[in-house]
């Protein structure tokens, strides 16, 4: 079997491309239980990973023939929940899969990572590549999968690269192909670059796009795990995700669960970003203090400026004030009461002069751009959110325009096939409630007479 | 989207087809899936690498390779952002717009690449040497700004970066700066 694709040829570029650099060390503020050796040189090679423990996780469940039931038990117990943004619980999502239904099913690795300040599956797509295809692996025998796709980004050339020499080496160590580790159990692994898509990201646009499709999301029901790529049983899991499947087969649910809150259990990677001292990828156990990442970690906000708001968890997540910040643990319930979400782990950072309307309306450029186009109220109503508050920043805005735009948001919400237009209603809202002397400021500016037409 | 057809445009042959080798791979791609219509993107990707840009002949190959209709691939073509329907600069540079690049100063960075080339973005220089596009979040947010040139990330950047690479451009060979 042949692996070489388009991207071989690209390796003439290779000199120029370097991973992203994070922290070296694991900061005491840390909790490293996925990025553990994630600073041991070598460790995207497999007999460096395979000495730290790697693919002893994948030769447990071969060799001792757990069930399929099994897996799925130790996958509940640990209380994982999807790293992508959803936080659907891993374990669920796997039991959803029929069983003996003669069907060909298949598991997606969603590498599609988009979102706004999110670049935290950059780092094990990168350095970690043995980790996701371990899990990935696991997670295949776990819903009867003879076939994976990693659907990886266009952009993230150098990722790619790097999964797909790692897949290879899997291949020769025996990991991968028929019958593994005397198993029975045949599974092939394959890289799929995306071309430019932010939608791809959302699953049923994933499947759509692995379709050879435009990369339209599709309604659910029926949901991926019953018919899904090709209208087959299919798991679409986020890079994170299956990074964590591993460490918990190794180490055992148990241990994985005393990490963390009730409802959010083990560790999160955040990828922080913006007016920070040390952006960068770091992971702490669920419910610290949202203060430890901000100081301990990332050494604060640059400049000695003062924090004015974050956005916790990519750019869809409601916008928070430093107040609400400081109270703030890193957990789904703890972020949730703040009326924002967990999401994605990207982190951006706001100082005191950062101007929101601005802020936002970059957002509102990057959601109308990205809106896929099949659903009215999100094709028009981006559009006619980004428009609003460039009025706003060209001194056009009318006091009635705050009006408007809470309008679009809350009509947008829930009326379309997938969150696309939420992701930048609720942000809108939020941004209106938390900060309406932002746009006050723009008000008192506006040159604009007359009512609109 | 305006561009300048330069001496580029002249560069691809009507006679599109792929050479023995890039046909080797398009078998070894559709050999992935279980069904042909899914190796679309990775063919996509093949034809671009292979011709530069995927023009209307480009189109109506690759449908018939893929047993689709010409109007089948030219939506997926157009829907992506990584797919070209004119030729680009031979060093394409992305800047990244979206919010971690743009709180870097992103904006700047681009708009004076403009000026100093002298087009506006989403043009091709006259000698087709260089192009300009801003692009949406290329999760490069811990190290913003970031440009992406052709296939390569060149993050961290600074105005004096961005100078040393762009004549690393002019020179043939783009170096992280």
Redesign the interface.
């Known amino acids: 079997m042949s692996h070489s694709t388009s991207l071989v040829k690209k390796t003439s570029h290779g000199a120029n491309m370097r991973p992203m650099a994070i922290e070296q060390q694991p900061l005491t503020a840390e909790k490293r239980l996925l990025l553990e050796h994630e600073h041991v040189p070598g460790i995207n090679k497999i007999d460096v990973y395979s000495s730290k423990g790697g693919y002893e996780a994948l030769k447990t469940v071969l060799k001792n023939k757990m069930t399929v039931d099994a897996i799925v038990d130790i996958m509940k117990k640990s209380g994982l929940r999807g790293r992508g943004g959803a936080g659907f619980p891993t374990g669920s999502k796997w039991s959803f899969v029929p069983k003996n239904d003669g069907k060909a099913h298949y598991l997606l690795c969603n590498a599609d990572e988009s979102e706004p300040g999110t670049f935290k599956d950059r780092v094990i797509l990168e350095k970690l590549p043995h980790m996701m295809i371990e899990g990935m692996i696991i997670g295949s025998y776990a819903i009867a999968a003879k076939k994976s796709y990693i659907y990886i980004r266009g952009e993230y050339t150098y990722a790619a690269l790097a999964i797909e020499k790692a897949i290879q080496e899997a291949y020769q160590a025996g990991f991968l192909g028929k019958d593994i580790l005397g198993s029975g159990f045949d599974h092939d692994m394959y890289v799929h670059r995306g071309a430019g898509a932010y939608i791809c990201g959302e699953e049923t646009g994933l499947i759509s796009s692995l379709e050879g499709k435009k990369g339209w999301p599709k309604l659910k029901p029926p949901f991926p795990a019953v018919e899904g790529y090709l209208k087959s049983p299919t798991v679409v899991n986020n890079v994170e995700t299956l990074a964590a499947v591993p460490w918990i087969i190794r180490n055992g649910p148990e241990a994985y669960a005393k990490f963390g809150t009730e409802k959010s259990k083990g560790t999160k990677m955040w990828s922080v970003s913006g007016d920070v001292n040390r952006p960068g990828v770091y992971e702490l156990e669920c419910g610290a203090p949202f203060k430890a990442l901000l100081e301990d970690c990332c050494g604060g906000v640059r400049g000695g400026k003062k924090l004015k708001a974050i956005i916790p968890g990519g750019s869809s997540a409601p916008i928070v004030t430093a107040e609400e910040a400081y109270q703030m643990t890193l957990d789904y319930e703890s972020i949730a009461s703040k009326g924002s979400m967990l999401g994605s782990g990207g982190m951006i950072v706001l100082d005191e002069t950062r101007d929101l309307v601005q802020v936002l309306k970059n957002l509102s450029e990057f959601y109308a751009d990205e809106s896929c186009g099949q659903c009215t109220p999100c094709r028009e109503g981006t559009g006619w959110i980004e428009k609003i508050l460039h009025s706003f920043t060209e001194k056009q805005a009318r006091r009635e325009d705050v009006d408007l735009l809470k309008n679009i948001a809350s009509n947008l919400q829930g009326r379309t096939i997938c969150v696309l237009a939420d992701s930048i209603a609720m942000p809108v809202e939020s941004y209106l409630k938390k900060f309406p002397q932002e746009f006050e400021k723009y008000l008192k500016k506006s040159t604009a007479s007359g009512t609109r037409v | 989207m305006s561009q300048h057809h330069s001496s580029t445009a002249q560069a691809y042959s009507k006679e599109v087809q792929f050479s023995e080798k890039t046909m080797t791979?398009f078998k070894?791609?559709l050999?992935?899936y279980?069904?042909k219509?899914?190796?679309?993107?990775?063919v996509?990707?093949?034809t671009q690498?292979e011709f530069g840009h995927l023009s209307d002949e480009a189109i109506v190959y690759v449908a018939k390779l893929?047993d689709l209709s010409p109007a089948q691939v030219l939506?997926?073509v157009s829907?992506?952002?990584?797919?070209h329907r004119h030729p680009v600069g031979q060093h394409h540079l992305q800047f990244c717009?979206?919010?971690?690049c743009?709180?870097n100063g992103s904006h700047q960075l681009m708009k004076s690449t403009c000026s100093r080339l002298g087009i506006r973005a989403g043009e091709t220089t006259a000698d087709g040497k260089f192009s300009v596009v801003g692009?949406?979040?290329?999760?490069?947010?811990?190290?913003?700004p970031v440009v992406?040139v052709?296939?390569?990330?060149y993050?961290n950047l600074t105005p004096e970066k961005l100078n040393r690479l762009i004549a690393s451009c002019k020179d043939g060979e783009?170096?992280?700066p």
């Open positions: 791979e070894n791609i050999a992935k279980d069904s219509r899914s190796a679309l993107l990775p996509l990707h093949l690498d893929m939506e997926v829907f992506y952002h990584m797919f717009v979206t919010l971690s743009w709180m692009v949406e979040c290329l999760g490069s947010c811990g190290s913003a992406q052709n296939e390569t990330y993050e783009p170096r992280q």
